[in-house]
């Protein structure tokens, strides 16, 4: 645990606004045009700019956008319909896509800057 606490800890601000987003999602009635619109617009597009944030600083990290989707879980089970487990493995993919391109362009960053 001691070897993964250094990975762990920059994590953990990012995580915690996830959650504070996802469980935004229980104040809205399931069946508002907001509703979907937060499924589909907001939370997307907040675990790719966080992905890109942590790629960027922390670089491909396997466990984080395996937690964001273990952090969407409960929300599944307690309010949403279990159908919508297939959201929470989006989620995990894009933040896993921004973190692979907020790498690449560290990578690419840091080669100008050798240049």
């Known amino acids: 645990m001691k070897k993964n606490l250094p990975l762990l800890l920059p994590a953990l601000p990012y995580l ?3 959650a504070v987003i ?17 499924m589909l617009l907001i939370i997307p597009g907040y675990c790719l700019i966080a992905g890109f944030a942590y790629g960027f600083k922390n670089g491909i990290v396997w466990f984080y956008p395996v937690f ?7 929300l599944v089970f307690s309010m949403i319909y279990v159908k919508v487990v297939i959201y929470g493995c989006i989620y995990g993919c894009l933040s896993l896509m921004g973190m692979y391109l907020g790498n690449l362009f ?9 240049v």
Do not use: A, C, G, R
Not at 68 to 74: A, G, K, R
């Open 16 to 18: 915690v606004m996830t």
């Open 22 to 38: 996802f469980f935004i999602l229980p104040m809205l009635e399931p069946d508002s045009k907001y509703f979907l619109f937060f």
């Open 68 to 74: 964001i989707s273990i952090i969407f879980l409960p």
């Open 106 to 114: 560290k990578k690419k960053k840091d080669n100008d800057s050798d």
